[in-house]
């Protein structure tokens, strides 16, 4: 059986995927998933405020454009990321001090 989707629906599902995307990438860089080309978990802080800075960029300018759903699902991603960033930082954190100025993730 083949589920048909709307184009709106095709949209959201695509802009969840780009959120997904740069979430993995943060939680790599934060070393909670293991890198695909290396299988091996890695910290680099600077990869994963990257991810995150893309984030908040794509939340500052879809506010007030996207549904309530991913909205919500992209301010509860960040929530997640910035939180995870903020321990590693204080740890140390490795490759990357997270001593950048001009730091959007909340730090």
């Known amino acids: 059986m083949s589920q048909q989707f709307t184009q709106d629906q ?4 695509l802009f969840m995927m780009l959120i997904q995307q740069h ?3 943060a939680k790599m860089g934060l070393g909670q998933e293991k890198n695909p080309a290396t299988g091996e978990m890695e ?3 600077k990869s994963a405020k990257y991810a995150i800075d893309t984030l908040l ?4 300018y879809t506010k007030g454009n996207l549904p309530k759903e991913l909205s919500e699902y992209l301010e509860k991603t960040l929530n997640e990321l910035r ?3 903020q321990q590693l930082s204080d740890e140390g954190g490795q490759s990357g001090n997270g001593n950048d100025s001009g730091d959007q993730t909340g730090n």
């Open 10 to 13: 095709q949209d959201q599902l």
């Open 23 to 25: 979430q993995q990438i």
């Open 43 to 45: 910290k680099d802080l």
């Open 57 to 60: 960029v794509l939340q500052k």
């Open 83 to 85: 939180v995870g960033y």
